[in-house]
């Protein structure tokens, strides 16, 4: 009996070997399958450039200085379907731009708009003088898109012709804050939420402390809103020749116009002249045609990407000068939230940039350092960390320059205040020269909802009397309103010292009050109004540099898995981004999603922030 049993095992065993290697032969097919899909996404040919070319210049999402993270988790959350927000460097299109002007093969320039989310005024006029210069050299420039809102069509006003779908819209939405107000929600919760702030214009901390916008920073607000406005409005009318009162007007009476055209947006626009042509797609593709030729290949015309272009050129290296050895400034990028500690490119961190600017300083390539900022503050202990680096930096003989952006608020502001010169463009939202703190306690929460309570002993008043689960004493919270009065002047004394002026004076123009680029020139918190350019030009000048300087961005250089992983993410982006990013105006078609991005965004703001000490000098608003 067991020895049959014995030989039936023997009879299985050649099957179950065979079995197992089938099964190992598959697996290891699998994985060279995969192995492979994966290094033909990253090690691709390098594009080529035809001879008679139109350059596709298609932003997607926002336009931004840095993008966060390496466009990693945009990628990502794109492919499994959330409604993230993509970004697009700036300097990629205005190099790509710049480098094509003088490109014999590159005929045409055409502007892909359909996938713009938005841009900061600042950013749209770097994109706008590019676009400037490249038309300088007698090339055409054409935009086109099935819908315009205000920044594609920003752009889209310095184009030689605009097309735009005879299905599509055009609106122009003014500019805009809104944000959420949580305090009727926090009292039905029952959250005691614990405000220090000093200034009436420190307008971050209301959304916990009101139902609505105070009067004080609506008025602020408004004044530097109508800045923005008045300069979109000028700048649009240029590009496109017309008259500013007709884009106004236009903008205004726009639904009498659409009602004139029979309901048509597109004639409505093309009858007051803001756009050349209403049409279809392929209208579109028949004149690009024409321009540099069909490709045989495709049915197309000859067209090579931005990014394409830019990999083709192989100039990333000298794009961001890391083959510069003499004679150069410095540039470092500090854009985003101000955290304490290590952070990734897309916020600034207290440890990371100044590792930035110690590196730069002990570059002896650099001669000077540009700043260019981007950020609506965050940490006060992270701002004077970086901002004493750059003092330390200019005591050792090298000139720093600030080159503010969209917003250099708050804490963008405190870490610009160690430089010789600030630039700021007349749109730059800066100043809010003001600090806060914010300590819920949830006790009451706890006790209502829970039914649970916290009790016990110490050995004085202030053993545990930091707790979020006890009521906060008023000795705490004097303690602590100290705290923030000091703070608050250290700022505007360091601001004092920095501007060459009286701490009085200075607190007359801050208590947290955002000014435009305009009223800050005139306000003194600002030397010059000029872009990048501007601002390098100068830098050079203080360091003694000449006509013939190199610029060298100084950067986090990511780690072997950060760039494999955001390779091949950007990879794979760029077969599924194919469709229009649907909106009105500048809001998305998805409501829900829109609803849960910006709430998830007030949240990712709030658990990011790790001050030390608690102190916040923050700008919180986005512009729409």
Known sequence: MSGNKKGFFELLHPLWQGINLFRLVVLNVVFFIVLV????????????????????????????????????????????????????????LVDAIDMAKDDTRVKVLLLDLNNLRGAGLVKLEEMRDALIRFKKTGKKVIATADNYIRSSYYLAAYADEIYMHHMGLLLIEGYSIYGMFFKEGLDKLEVDINVFRVGKYKSAVEPFLRNNMSDEAKEADLKYLEVLWGAYLQDVAAGRGVKVET????IE??????????????????????????VSRDQVRDRLIKLVGEDKSTHTYYKVGYKDYLEALDREDERWGDNVHKNAVGVIVAKGNILDGQQSPGNIGGDSTAALIRKARNDKSIKAILLRVDSGGGSSFASEVIRRELELTRKEGKPVVVSMSSVAASGGYWISMASDEVWAYPAT??????????FPTYQRTMAKYLGTRVDGVGTNKWAGALRFDR???????????????????????????????APEKIHE????????????????????????????????????LGEDF????????????????????????????????????????NPVNSMLRLVNEQMQILSQFNDPNGIYAYWPYRVE
């Open 429 to 438: 939202l800066t100043g809010s020269i003001g600090i806060f703190g914010i």
């Open 253 to 278: 009476e726009f639904p009498s116009r659409v009602k004139e055209s029979g309901g048509n947006m597109a004639q409505a626009a093309l009858k007051a002249g803001l756009i050349d042509y209403a």
């Open 509 to 544: 123009i801050a208590q947290g009050r955002i000014w435009s680029g305009k009223d800050a020139l005139e306000l003194g918190l600002v030397d010059r109004l000029g872009n990048l350019e501007d601002a390098l030009k100068s830098a050079a000048k203080l360091a003694k």
């Open 550 to 589: 190199k610029v060298k961005y100084i950067r986090q250089k990511p780690g072997a898995y950060d760039r494999l992983m955001a390779n091949l993410f950007s990879k794979v982006k760029s077969e599924t981004d194919s469709s229009p990013v649907g909106r009105l105006g500048n809001q998305p078609l």
């Open 37 to 92: 899909f994966v290094l033909g996404l990253l090690w691709t040919p390098r594009p080529e450039v035809p001879s008679s070319t139109v350059l596709v210049v298609n932003p997607y999402g926002t336009i931004v200085e840095q993008v966060s993270a390496g466009g990693l988790s945009n990628a990502a959350g794109k492919i499994i379907g959330l409604d993230v927000e993509p970004e697009t460097l700036l300097k990629d």
């Open 471 to 501: 009521a906060m004493s008023p000795e705490v919270a004097e303690i602590i309103q100290a705290f923030i009065d000091n703070g608050y002047n250290d700022f505007i004394t360091l601001v004092a010292e920095a501007r060459k002026t």
């Open 247 to 250: 884009l106004r007007n236009f």
